[in-house]
């Protein structure tokens, strides 16, 4: 059951998507991500982002021609 404490905790109404990542949940997922080569063309795409945009189609279940132009080009993603 919805406390008041947890409806505070993972109310998502400050985000732009219903799917963004919030800074805590952003801390917990960065470490498992690979980091940037020292060879090789730097990163030009944040990975948050490419991450939102993932999270974006499997929660929405929409196709990938579908991303919205805030994300990523969906050929990145």
């Known amino acids: 059951m919805w406390t008041d ?3 505070r905790q993972y109310q998502r109404d400050h985000l732009k998507y219903a799917s963004d990542l919030t800074n805590e949940e ?3 997922l960065c470490p498992a991500l690979p980091g940037a ?3 090789g063309r730097p990163r030009e795409v944040e990975l948050r982002s490419v991450v939102a945009a993932i ?5 929405g279940g929409c196709a990938w021609r579908m991303l ?3 994300f990523p080009p969906r050929t990145t993603v």
Do not use: A
């Open 5 to 7: 404490t947890t409806r």
């Open 26 to 28: 952003w801390d917990v």
């Open 37 to 39: 080569y020292r060879r």
């Open 55 to 59: 999270f974006y189609v499997l929660e």
């Open 68 to 70: 919205p132009d805030s």
